[in-house]
């Protein structure tokens, strides 16, 4: 069984800076995709980005050059750097492990609200 516990969310004025951390039990986070997701009140969960068990990594248009995600196998942690932040980056934010159909697991969520 995978757990996901992700951690580094709050409260940041405009042009600040978060950095989201998601730490993975289990033996599968080396060869899982990992990713991050966000859902805003009202809104559908969407993609944020994510990065391959090769290290290839993905962004939504709207935190490309913002958000840097990255992932280190040794210690089972994939991280979210959250630069430039804006008010419409408020979200919860979730952490995900895929690693097939029957594999794929979400955090708790972490809440990043961003001020104007």
């Known amino acids: 069984q995978v757990q996901l516990v992700e951690s580094g969310g709050g409260l940041v004025e405009a042009g600040g800076s978060l950095r989201l951390s998601c730490a993975a039990s289990?033996?599968?986070?080396?060869?899982?995709?990992m990713g991050w997701y966000r859902q805003a009140p009202a809104k559908q969960r969407e993609l944020v980005a994510v990065?391959?068990?090769?290290?290839?990594?993905n962004y939504a248009d709207s935190v490309k050059g913002r958000f840097t995600i990255s992932r280190d196998n040794a210690k089972k942690t994939v991280f979210l750097q959250m630069n430039s932040l804006k008010p419409e980056d408020t979200a919860v934010y979730y952490c995900?492990?895929?690693?097939?159909?029957?594999?794929?697991?979400w955090g708790q969520g972490t809440q990043v609200t961003v001020s104007s």
């Open positions: 289990g033996s599968i986070f080396s060869r899982s995709a």
């Open positions: 990065v391959t068990r090769d290290d290839r990594a």
């Open positions: 995900n492990l895929n690693a097939g159909f029957l594999e794929n697991y």
